[in-house]
T-cell receptor
Framework: GENVEQHPSTLSVQEGDSAVIKCTYS??????FPWYKQELGKRPQLIID?????GEKKDQRIAVTLNKTAKHFSLHITETQPEDSAVYFC????????????FGTGTRLTIIP | SAVISQKPSRDICQRGTSLTIQCQVD?????MFWYRQQPGQSLTLIAT?????????ESGFVIDKFPISRPNLTFSTLTVSNMSPEDSSIYLC??????????FGEGSRLTVL
């Protein structure tokens, strides 16, 4: 089955700086890669996603890049703010048609004021 | 997105008992899933709740321990049977709305004493 690795497990950045979280996947047939943000005690929330026919996608301060050849994708957050502090999970869609997501292990991002 | 209501939001249970978690969605959805999130960990898929047929369980999860019902396209239940402290976790209902996009309920935090 699909295996998703995520790095780093923890990340601290100064407010205003950029943060980058990286994931790799194993199944070359995976074609959908979402990112979720989970604040303490809250549900995971979809913040951005990318499909395999696209190399990059932006939404205001967040962006995701995908390298299908290398089987890795990354989340970029620019101009970080304290409210960006959370745990971020990447995921990859396997078994297309069964809509089953495999999640990475998560990155705890802390923004230092 | 969809409005996903889960209950109970939290419960404290005694070893050996069973608890049923309910998930209600405000619209008809084909794909419903149950995930487990152990403290400080990522999300692990327990099973896909199939409407009108038996759930599809992931490796390591069995129907006798986690029976699931899906009587219609807006409702599902997950039962955690014969609980032990190792079952202490957050259980999350989720729905898939279009190719891969997954939305979560608020979760049910279960503590087993």
């Amino acid at each position: 089955g699909e295996n998703v690795e995520q790095h780093p497990s923890t990340l601290s950045v100064q407010e205003g700086d950029s943060a980058v979280i990286k994931c790799t996947y194993s199944d070359s047939a995976s074609n959908y890669f979402p990112w979720y943000k989970q604040e303490l005690g809250k549900r995971p929330q979809l913040i951005i996603d990318i499909r395999s026919n696209v190399g990059e996608k932006k939404d205001q301060r967040i962006a995701v890049t995908l390298n299908k050849t290398a089987k890795h994708f990354s989340l970029h957050i620019t101009e970080t703010q304290p409210e960006d502090s959370a745990v971020y999970f990447c995921a990859a869609l396997t078994n297309f048609g069964n809509e089953k997501l495999t999640f990475g292990t998560g990155t705890r991002l802390t923004i230092i004021p | 997105s969809a409005v996903i209501s889960q209950k109970p939001s939290r419960d404290i249970c005694q070893r050996g008992t069973s608890l049923t978690i309910q998930c209600q969605v405000d619209s008809q959805v084909t794909m419903m899933f149950w995930y487990r999130q152990q403290p400080g960990q990522s999300l692990t898929l327990i099973a896909t709740a199939n409407q009108g047929s038996e759930a599809t369980y992931e490796s390591g999860f069995v129907i006798d321990k986690f029976p699931i019902s899906r009587p219609n396209l807006t409702f599902s239940t997950l039962t955690v049977s014969n609980m032990s402290p190792e079952d202490s976790s957050i259980y999350l209902c989720s729905v898939g709305l279009s190719a891969g996009e997954l939305f979560f309920g608020e979760g049910s935090r279960l503590t087993v004493l």
